[in-house]
């Protein structure tokens, strides 16, 4: 990363509490390069307090990078992003000086990611999975990190795997443990990459089931997905992204009914046609659950 190339505002931070509606996060002109590839082409974002944004768009067109500069994992060729006003990233004194790893961490403290791959600790129970942080980063008091962390299991349909370890899991509640652990540090946004991708049919609407249960206690979300009806039915407002730039960003209803390009048109057309069989193969699933006498979770 070379802070030189590094265009942007300086910060917007005035000391008030942002109001409700107000942006949480700002992406001006964000550009990403891996050597020759240009990953993401001057993107403009802004997610308002409250807002759940999915973003969706054919494979490499840069999404994961672009939730991964979000929550600096990557570090940006150009442009700027902002967390409720704060330049992400870079201090802006007389010039402007990339943060210090001190002022990355604690910059990266106020978002949580949800990854495709769960990302458990193996080792730790459940309980520490979704304790840990709040106690070792954030210096919530154990009593208060336990309470609150059962609190949160028991809100994903979990309270009875506490003590259990992530491999006693399936994939669909070891992504759903992920989830209440991101939320245990009530992060100002909750970044979603592709969360259900890796999960069996059968496992991906309880999964989807819970995301929308944040949703609606007016957590501020962007999420990577293929999942078109989650979007459709909870999302505010879709992304469309195509060779790392934005297409279409438009509210959730009128981005599926009228499609501004034949882009996301034909996109769309494909992914409801993939969605369908997914979801008869779902369908499918659960009866042959049913045939072998599996039990319901
Ligand atoms: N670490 C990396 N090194 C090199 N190229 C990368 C890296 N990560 C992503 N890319 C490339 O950047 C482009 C966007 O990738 P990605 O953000 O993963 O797309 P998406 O998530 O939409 O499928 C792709 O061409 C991908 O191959
Ligand atoms: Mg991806």
Not at 172 to 178: E, T
Not at 198 to 227: C, F, K, N, Y
Request: charged share 25%; net charge negative.
């Amino acid at each position: 990363m070379n802070g030189s190339q590094i265009t942007t505002a300086p910060d917007r931070r005035d000391g008030a509490t942002p109001a409700p509606g107000a942006p949480v996060l700002e992406v001006v002109g964000l550009r990403k390069r891996f050597g020759d590839l240009t990953a993401l082409d001057g993107i403009d974002l802004t997610v308002n307090e409250g807002e759940v944004v999915a973003i969706l768009g054919p494979s490499g067109s840069g999404k994961s990078t672009l939730v991964r500069c979000l929550d600096q994992l990557e570090g940006i060729d150009g442009g700027a992003m902002y967390l409720d006003g704060e330049l992400l990233g870079f201090e802006q004194g007389r010039t402007l000086r990339p943060l210090t790893d001190a002022g990355v961490r604690a910059q990266r403290r106020r978002m949580s990611m949800v990854f495709q791959q769960f990302n458990l600790f193996p080792h730790w129970t459940v309980l520490r999975n979704v304790t840990e942080a709040p106690i070792a980063v954030h210096g919530i008091a154990p009593a208060q990190a336990k309470a609150k962390a059962l609190d949160l299991l028991a809100k994903v349909g979990l309270s009875d795997k506490a003590t259990a370890y992530p491999r006693q899991l399936s994939g669909g509640q070891q992504q759903r443990v992920a989830i209440a652990r991101a939320v245990a540090v009530e992060p100002r946004v909750l970044l979603f990459d592709e969360p259900t991708s890796a999960l069996d049919p059968e496992l991906i609407d309880e999964v989807l089931q819970t995301m929308q249960a944040l949703a609606a206690t007016g957590r501020t979300m962007v999420v990577v997905t293929h999942e078109m009806e989650f979007a459709r039915e909870v999302a505010d407002r879709c992304i469309f992204m195509a060779e790392g730039r934005v297409i279409e960003d438009r509210p959730a209803e009128a981005f599926f009914r009228d499609p501004q390009t034949d882009r996301l048109r034909s996109f769309l057309a494909r992914s409801m046609r993939a969605n369908a069989d997914q979801g008869a193969e779902r369908e499918t699933g659960r009866e042959t659950d049913r045939e072998n006498g599996a039990r319901q979770p």
